[in-house]
Each structure stands twice: as structure tokens, then as C-alpha cells.
């Protein structure tokens, strides 16, 4: 089996580290191009995998043909390939935005599809995806997806309808954390402490809620309600928190993404 990668970015990158890691393929079963000299030589260095210039060459080669570029060049990369993909090879697609039938269509055939949203905590193999699938993709090609998928992180089959929420409460979300964080760090730098000594715990205090909330199960209200002790300093805090908007923040920034996503 031969794993292509068009686009070497850092999503790419961080799926080929989960899989070398947690020896789900070798290096000679994977291939990737790139349209600079210098991306295709640092992944050749450090992966020992094959790199081209050409797209139509890794397409020609792949058996799961992973599409890792942007949106907006989907088309583009799409038109340049769609004569030289095997005929029962997988196409997986990292792209936000562009549904199954939008992706099939490009192609101008049946292909055996999935749609895969992952997150950037993948790249410290952290990372959470949100995966779909069309009809002629079987549970054997699936399970290989899922297994590619969750050796960078965790990974959840659902239906295509939900991708654009997914996107925003999973692919768009650390970056409201790191709004999240940087603000907590901002905080606790008002208050007299080391602006890098407030970024190392505001982010583990983050990384242990996490996980906490997936280990125990247990509802994050239930979870709030234990730290927040009666007359205490933290229920002061949420008080500020809900007065100033913050759940109707978060709220609306998930609408926002999932609205935008469905524009591409």
C-alpha cells in the first residue's frame, strides 16, 4: 500500500509523524509533493519519504490519495489530477468546506471518498478529527482511515451534515483557546506575575480540564460547580464571566465558523 500526500504542510506533516510514530506504515509506503524546493527537501530529511515536484505523480502512485491543500486550491489540484488516480483508490480530503458530492463532482466520476477535518493540536499528536465517508468506501478501507486518522490524536466517524459544526468545535476551536489562554495569562500578568510563568499554568490548568472532562465523564457544569467553593474567589470570577457574555461569545464565534464554512 502507497500513502500520497499532496500538500506538505504543517496538517500533512502532522499525519505522517502520527503514523512513522505509531508504526502504522514505513517510510517507502509514503510519498508527497510540494511545490517549493525547500518543503519537499526538510520532509525528504526528516521523514525519509519520497517527495516530487509533480502532483499527477504521487496521484499515479497512491492507493489513499490524502488531498491536503487549502480550499481555495482544491479545483485547481483536483483538475490537474483527476486522469491519474487509481481506479479503486481512496481520496481523503482535509479541505474545509467542500462537501462529498462538491469533491466527486470535480473528479467527474465515482471515487471512493472521505472527508477528514482534523485540528492543529495534531501536529504534538494531540489532535482531534472529525471523519465521513461516501457510499463506496467499505469498513476495510474505513478502518485503515480511522487508524491513519487516530495515530495523531483522536478521531469520530459521523455524518457529513454535522462537518461544518464539527469544523468549528473542533478545527476552529484552538484558536479561541488560545485567545482563552492568552487572556488568563494577561490576567495573571495585572497581577504581578511572570508573563511566562502565567502562559506554563494557564496552560496546563487548560490541558487538566480537558482532561479531567474526558476522563472522568462527567458533565463540565458538574465539573465547574467543584472548583467553585460557596463565597469563594472562583464563583466571583464566573459571576464576571457570565455578566460579560462569555458562553454567548463562544457561541456565536461557532455559529460564525460554521456560516463561513459553508460559503467555501
Known sequence: MTIGFIGLGNMAKAIISGMLAKEVVKPSMLSGSARTKETREAVQKKYGIAVYEENRQVAREADILVLAVKPQMMETVIGEIRGDIKPDAVVVSIAAGKSLAWIENAFGKSIKLVRCMPNTPAMVMAGCSSVCRNERVTEEDMAFCMEMFESFGIAEEIPEKLMDAAGAVSGSSPAFVFMFLEALADGGVKAGMPRAQAYR????????????????????GELKDMVCSPGGTTIEGVQTL???GLRGSVMGAVEACVEKSKQL
Open 201 to 220: 499554568l494557564a496552560a496546563q490548568s487548560v490541558m487538566g480540564s480537558a482532561k479531567l472532562l474526558l476522563e472522568t465523564g462527567k458533565h463540565p
Open 242 to 244: 457570565e455578566e460579560m
